[in-house]
């Protein structure tokens, strides 16, 4: 017997197509990963590559609970690169770095499936 499920459907916010074309995710490389003892929830700082049209970009990201600092070096990850800065603790973060979100804030990080040159964009 299949257990019923009780669960709403989300509500989404839709955006136009002109709205998502305003988000720029690039891919990155992770070139330097550091503690963050400063912050309000364990997190790393990184220093992400990408590429020469945008350069290096520091984000802070809530991804300890998943990854070690080897495991993250070189990674390429995908982030938004068009976010305004944010201060955080004492760090201003200059990019957003994409994962999915599972449960307890377990954050699985968003990369590409084979290696590509750094600011490719995606969308």
């Given at each position: 017997m299949k257990a019923e499920m009780n669960h709403k459907p989300q509500t989404m916010n839709h955006l136009s197509w002109k709205d998502f074309e305003k988000v720029e995710m690039r891919v990155g490389t992770i070139i330097e990963v550091s503690d963050f003892p400063e912050a309000r929830n364990p997190a790393y700082q990184l220093k992400i590559d990408f590429?020469?049209?945008?350069?290096?970009?520091?984000s802070?990201?809530?991804?300890?609970?998943?990854?070690?600092?080897?495991?993250?070096?070189?990674?390429?990850?995908?982030?938004?690169?068009?976010?305004?800065?944010?201060?955080?603790?004492?760090?201003?973060?200059?990019?957003?770095?994409?994962?999915?979100?599972?449960?307890?804030?377990?954050?699985?990080?968003?990369?590409?499936?084979?290696?590509?040159?750094?600011?490719?964009?995606v969308g």
């Amino acid at each position: 017997m299949k257990a019923e499920m009780n669960h709403k459907p989300q509500t989404m916010n839709h955006l136009s197509w002109k709205d998502f074309e305003k988000v720029e995710m690039r891919v990155g490389t992770i070139i330097e990963v550091s503690d963050f003892p400063e912050a309000r929830n364990p997190a790393y700082q990184l220093k992400i590559d990408f590429g020469p049209e945008i350069g290096i970009r520091k984000s802070s990201a809530q991804i300890t609970k998943r990854y070690s600092k080897e495991e993250l070096q070189d990674r390429q990850i995908i982030a938004v690169v068009n976010f305004p800065k944010k201060q955080i603790a004492n760090f201003m973060s200059e990019c957003l770095v994409l994962g999915s979100v599972g449960a307890k804030n377990d954050i699985v990080l968003l990369q590409p499936g084979a290696k590509v040159e750094n600011g490719l964009r995606v969308g």
